[in-house]
């Protein structure tokens, strides 16, 4: 038996679950798919075919009847070909020769080095091509139906000197594994071969090569009784995408151990090298690479070799360690912990080992690495078998993986959103501005919730429950919301004295305020993010307010301490906090903010956005049309900070959309809009008139004509609306009351 038991039960148990659902294809679809490709790319048929025509049927993979069309993208009831392993990834020059659109000519060679080839070259390697997976096809026709290792062995030997070009390639081992799916396994690169019998606790064969593993998949289905195709769709399920295993040394040097406790109660893999700083801007590129040795030297001088290896250490740590990852932290070879890798890197400049990555803990069993590997490398990727093998074993024994560990893609916002995530990525805060009405708050509010909801939970807001909901926008919640005020204080957003009866008596008693108390909840979860929305940040006195916190608000401060006046105790602000002010600008600008705020902020600026109401009409008014013009006559008569008084979209909308009845458009303009627009011009009728128009404003007596919101008195007020806007008339019936109202006022200042 090559599986042992319990992995064996759990495989089959998923392949029935699987089978009842109907994720799996039947046989009769499998002999079918199978018969199909045998029938158009099978040996006999490219065995009759040369010159142009044999290229074009090999390797055009614009068109969809060609064998590498086949391989890679077809994927419907003729030949679903996703379902029998995927070679996706990576440019056309993988399969040898391919015809490049841009060049208008065949082509071949590598990434960094493209040749263009002849028709008559390219025709001479696919029948290169041809010739090799014919003799491929031949030697696995050949294996005998009960191979053992020996055979795959030979076999692997004999594809590299028989068929060197396609053998080693995915979409030459897929070609052969369709015309052999009884021989042959459906995982198409080398990696995830062996990865997935690491899963399953089978040691792969110590040689390399694709073909050689193969037997160890033969036999897994012979002992399980299913058929290959089934057996790579269950493991797809079972374990997801392969993941790499990380030993992360837990000592400064100085004491055995001595920085396991802050990993293991801080949820983080950590390494020292405390002299260099942030690394979040150093992309995983050679570039980064080159300058990441260049300061390892400047820090660290010792010899060319030992910092070359210092800085790959650390390079590995952040940029090739992965979310999902395996670290396995280790005292020299005694394995003290394993944990999955949850997030990117980040850097705590408050610790002597300030890089760190945020960790899940899976086991904290103490046993030995079976294999001496990396002892004396702080950051080392283990490979030997032996070891990765031991490792599944104790997660599989604690259940820890039992299912699949799917990769997380980061998530990246759309739209407004997307530009506020990628200033929350770089500055770690953000102010939205602009005029009343532009929508700040609302988008302050999708943005935070999407982002927590998307880190804690893996969807988005909208698909979560109730309960997880709670989790996000409740009390304590990711995301929390404040707003400021003139008398919005220090103590409000930090700490103060706050009185409270006890027996009897006033005292006063020491409260954490909101940015504190969030601070403290991401500091016992590093895993997860939390944000502080804040509304009205401009009417604060943000000097008072904030106090000491402008010194380790910035990014590059993150994790540094201080010492707060009132408690005397040490506090930093975490990494994974992250805060959304908005500002109407109509209250203050931006100019006029504490500069030392506005250099730690980003700022993204929100104007009234018309597109939102352009097929908006009430009554004939139509609505974006109607504010646009309303804008410019803003912009035209208030003086020149006009363009922060213009009015919001957001006033004509109703839950996400515009609104669609005229009595609320009534309300909307004379309790939101008017009002305002009386603060904007201080009481100066002449300036409101010019822009509401002579209808709604009457200069003379200096009042708004509010008759003209009373029940009764819609087509006047529709009248008034559309007064500026030219390129739409009024009906000459409507034109009557207009005459009438305005006649009607000036007998009445006669009568004055």
């Not at 491929?136 to 062995?153: Q, R, S, V």
């Not at 990380?246 to 004491?255: H, L, Y």
């Not at 705020?597 to 139509?622: H, N, Q, S, Y």
């Not at 007596?701 to 030219?726: C, M």
Request: proline share 5%.
């Amino acid at each position: 038996m090559i599986l042992n038991d319990a992995v064996a039960e759990r495989i089959m148990k998923i392949y029935e679950d699987m089978y009842m659902k109907g994720e799996l294809l039947s046989q009769a679809q499998l002999t079918m798919y199978y018969q199909t490709f045998q029938a158009k790319f099978g040996p006999e048929q490219l065995a009759s075919m040369d010159g142009y025509s044999l290229l074009e049927f090999m390797h055009n993979i614009s068109n969809r009847d060609s064998l590498v069309y086949w391989l890679e993208f077809k994927d419907d009831e003729e030949f679903p070909t996703k379902r029998f392993g995927s070679i996706h990834g990576g440019s056309n020059l993988k399969y040898g020769v391919y015809l490049s659109k841009e060049r208008n000519t065949w082509v071949t060679g590598s990434s960094r080095k493209i040749v263009e080839l002849s028709v008559e070259e390219a025709i001479a390697i696919a029948r290169r091509h041809r010739d090799q997976l014919l003799k491929g096809a031949d030697l696995l026709d050949k294996l005998p139906a009960d191979a053992g290792d020996e055979d795959y062995l030979k076999l692997q030997i004999d594809m590299n000197e028989q068929a060197p070009d396609v053998s080693d390639t995915a979409w030459g081992h897929k070609y052969f594994s369709l015309l052999f799916p009884d021989k042959l396994d459906c995982y198409h690169v080398p990696d995830y071969q062996r990865a997935h019998l690491i899963r399953m606790g089978v040691f792969p064969p110590p040689q390399e090569g694709r073909y050689v593993i193969a037997g160890r998949y033969v036999a897994i289905t012979r002992q399980l009784g299913i058929h290959i195709n089934h057996l790579m769709a269950v493991l797809n399920k079972m374990n997801g995408r392969p993941y790499r295993y990380w030993r992360i040394g837990t000592s400064d040097g100085t004491k055995p151990r001595n920085r396991w406790d802050l990993m293991r109660e801080g949820n983080c893999v950590a390494v020292g090298f405390s002299k260099i700083e942030d690394l979040s801007d150093l992309t995983y590129d050679k570039k980064s690479h080159l300058r990441l040795k260049e300061i390892m030297h400047e820090k660290y001088p010792t010899n060319p070799a030992a910092e070359g290896r210092a800085a790959q250490q650390l390079f590995n740590f952040f940029g090739a360690i992965s979310e999902n990852d395996l670290v396995i932290a280790a005292d020299g070879g005694t394995v003290i912990g394993i944990g999955r890798v949850t997030g990117d890197y980040y850097y705590d400049p408050s610790s002597d080992f300030p890089h760190r990555r945020p960790v899940e803990w899976l086991s904290f069993d103490e046993w030995k690495l079976p294999e001496a590997e990396g002892l004396q490398t702080t950051v080392y990727e283990l490979k030997k078998p032996q070891n990765l093998i031991e490792i599944e074993r104790i997660l599989f024994k604690r259940k820890t993986l039992i299912d699949p560990v799917l990769p997380k893609k980061k998530t990246i916002l759309e739209g407004l959103p997307g530009r506020i995530q990628a200033v929350l990525e770089r500055k770690s805060q953000v102010i939205l501005y602009g005029p009343p009405g532009t929508g700040k708050t609302y988008w302050a509010e999708i943005t935070a919730r999407e982002l927590a909801a998307h880190k804690r939970f893996g969807k988005a807001f909208s698909e979560l429950s109730a309960e997880e909901q709670e989790v996000i926008f409740g009390q304590n919640g990711l995301v929390q919301l404040c707003s400021f005020h003139p008398s919005y204080g220090y103590e409000d957003f930090m700490e103060g004295y706050r009185p409270r009866t006890q027996n009897g008596q006033m005292v006063f008693e020491l409260q954490d305020g909101i940015f504190k108390r969030l601070c403290l909840q991401a500091q016992q979860n590093p895993e997860l993010n939390y944000y502080l929305i804040i509304d009205e940040i401009n009417r604060g006195d943000i000097p008072r307010i904030f106090g000491e916190l402008l010194t380790v608000l910035e990014k590059n401060k993150r994790g540094k301490k201080i010492l707060l006046p009132l408690s005397r105790q040490e506090f930093s602000v975490p990494p994974n906090v992250y805060i959304i002010g908005t500002m109407n600008t109509a209250d203050r600008s931006i100019a006029l903010l504490d500069t030392a705020l506005r250099r730690r902020f980003g700022f993204i600026e929100l104007m009234p956005d018309t597109e939102l109401l352009k097929d908006a009409v009430v009554d004939g008014i139509p609505l974006g049309s109607w504010l646009h013009s309303l804008n410019n006559r803003i912009c035209q008569n208030i003086g020149r900070d006009a363009r922060n008084l213009q009015i919001g979209h957001a006033y004509l909308m109703e839950k996400d959309r515009p609104i669609h009845s005229l009595p609320r458009l009534m309300r909307v303009v004379q309790e939101d809009i008017i009002p305002l627009l009386e603060e904007y011009c201080y009481e100066d009728y002449k300036t409101l008139e010019l822009i509401l128009g002579s209808v709604l404003v009457d200069a003379k007596q200096q009042r708004i004509r509010h008759e003209l919101f009373e029940p009764g008195r819609e087509d006047a007020f529709i009248e008034a609306l559309l007064e500026h806007i030219p390129e739409l008339t009024i009906p000459e019936d409507r034109l009557v009351e207009i005459d009438d109202l305005l006649e009607n006022d000036i007998d009445e200042q006669n009568s004055d």
